[in-house]
């Protein structure tokens, strides 16, 4: 089983994905950009590697207007080398990937145009696929669409302009079920006809089930059916509802317990859990270190080593509580070390801790930084405490200076980025 996260990183820098505006749009602008773009995506597949996630969704945006006339450029040529590099690393580590287009990639429109665009989206889709050399393994995740007043009908032009697909695409397409229109006993139908897997999406299926009814795992048993050995294992989404917000809005972090009692009940071993929830590859690694088959508790430690000066700006009780849970190096308490994270970050970050946890942030680089680092550090700290500067300005400061002082240790601090 793989348990994976999509298209951002949170805690590694450089890895923004940046966009061009159109009237920007010149050759020079979209080579540069994309090269950017490439080098994020590099840098986040070693991450990946590093961490042992081998499922990872990348994003749609990766080269600007990559499907649209405005890019005329050949851009898979013009970075040759880097794709080559990068799907090197991605099959040489065992990772899969994928691409989920977004909602106006609409395949079922009856308007033409509209239909013309979806493939060219999709097209462009399995050129990164491609151009990274990844087999019908990594896929494309694509929604129905719209219904249009009759949905028999929305289906069928489904059908119809899947053909349209050069097989390459088709060879990687998969569809899943969502949130308003499409539930998975429609998916399902739609995929057995197409001979294409189907996507089970436990969220959207929560919102919007069948009139069978039925639970996850039946239809999770439904839609494995329609996976092929040339598609690789089964895959799912997984998400939980934010509570207060609208339905099918994800929670900020992956609540272990919940999580556990759906995965424990999964009945194929193999299946891959792609996560979807804003802290992205921070709520992977946590699913993973519940779920592992090896449970040392320097995973634990590890994970500690990142979060500890984030938590310690929001709760040095939980710090020290959490300090003492892991001193007991024969015990593996992945459960309330986590639920004790997860408490400390629904804390506001109060002043006095803020200065605390910068204080020991600072003194990794007190003794070698200059007169004018200190003084700056001094100004900022001062300007924090009276409410003319906010905290980040501090710590954009302190992240500096352990670039400069390659302070590897800090860098890797999620203290800098939550």
């Not at 990164?128 to 069928?156: F, M, P, Q, R, S």
């Not at 939980?318 to 400390?344: C, H, M, N, W």
Request: overall charge neutral; charged content about 25%; proline content about 4%.
């Amino acid at each position: 089983m793989s348990i994976g996260y999509a298209c951002l990183n949170i805690g590694t820098s450089n890895t923004n994905i940046r966009s061009v505006m159109q009237r920007n749009a010149t050759p020079e602008k979209l080579t540069e950009v994309t090269a950017h773009n490439l080098a994020a995506l590099e840098r986040m597949i070693d991450y990946n590697r590093k961490n042992d996630i081998r499922l990872y969704r990348i994003s749609s945006d990766l080269i600007p207007f990559g499907s649209s006339p405005v890019n005329a450029l050949d851009w898979p040529e013009i970075h040759k080398e880097t794709f080559e590099r990068i799907g090197a690393k991605i099959r040489k580590s065992g990772m899969r990937v994928s691409l989920h287009p977004g909602q106006y990639t609409v395949l079922n429109s009856p308007t033409q145009d509209v239909v013309e665009r979806a493939v060219e989206d999709l097209v462009y889709h399995d050129q990164i696929l491609t151009a990274l050399g990844t087999d019908t393994t990594n896929k494309i995740v694509l929604h129905v669409g719209g219904i249009y007043g009759d949905k028999e009908a929305a289906l069928d032009r489904f059908a119809e302009n899947f053909q349209r697909l050069p097989e390459s695409v088709k060879n990687r397409v998969i569809i899943e079920n969502d949130d308003r229109l499409y539930n998975i006993e429609d998916v399902l139908k739609l995929a057995n006809q197409l001979q294409i897997p189907a996507v089970y999406d436990n969220l959207h299926h929560a919102i919007n089930p069948p009139p069978t009814g039925k639970d996850d795992h039946y239809w999770i048993a439904e839609a494995k059916k329609t996976w092929k050995g040339a598609d690789g294992k089964q895959k799912i989404h997984y998400s939980q509802q934010a509570l207060g917000k609208r339905p099918g809005a994800h929670t900020d972090t992956i609540d272990l317990e919940t999580f556990l009692q759906f995965h424990n009940h999964l009945e194929d071993s193999t299946i891959d859990i792609m996560l979807e929830v804003k802290d992205k590859n921070l709520s992977a690694i946590k699913c993973q270190n519940a779920t592992t088959i090896a449970p040392k508790p320097t995973r634990l430690e590890k994970e500690w080593g990142r979060y500890k000066y984030a938590i310690l700006e929001r709760s040095p009780t939980i710090y020290q509580a959490i300090r003492t849970l892991l001193k007991d190096k024969e015990a593996y308490p992945v459960l309330e070390f986590y639920r004790l994270i997860d408490t400390a970050f629904a804390a506001e970050i109060r002043p006095g801790y803020a200065e605390n946890a910068a204080a020991h942030v600072w003194g990794y680089f007190k003794r070698q930084a200059t007169e004018a680092e200190r003084r700056k550090y001094e100004k900022d700290l001062a300007n924090y405490r009276s409410k003319t500067n906010t905290i980040a300005t501090l710590k954009r400061q302190l992240f500096k200076l352990a670039e400069k002082y390659e302070s590897d240790y800090l860098l890797q601090s999620l203290y800098f980025y939550l």
